[in-house]
């Protein structure tokens, strides 16, 4: 089509551990309250907490 892409160099898609950090602490947050909630429920407690 006649049409140029310019090309990207790599590193301008590299991405520093200081501004990745607070997302893996996040997530592992989230998968521990996951958990959490899952022995909670095995123990044969309300399900309905399951619904919050």
Do not use: H
Not at 10 to 26: A, K
């Amino acid at each position: 089509f006649g049409i140029k892409v310019q090309k990207i160099s790599p590193s301008c898609f590299e991405v520093s551990l200081t501004s990745i950090r607070p997302l893996f602490v996040l997530l592992a947050s989230k998968w521990n309250r996951g958990i959490d909630l899952l022995r909670y429920l095995a123990q044969g407690d309300d399900w309905v907490t399951c619904m919050k």
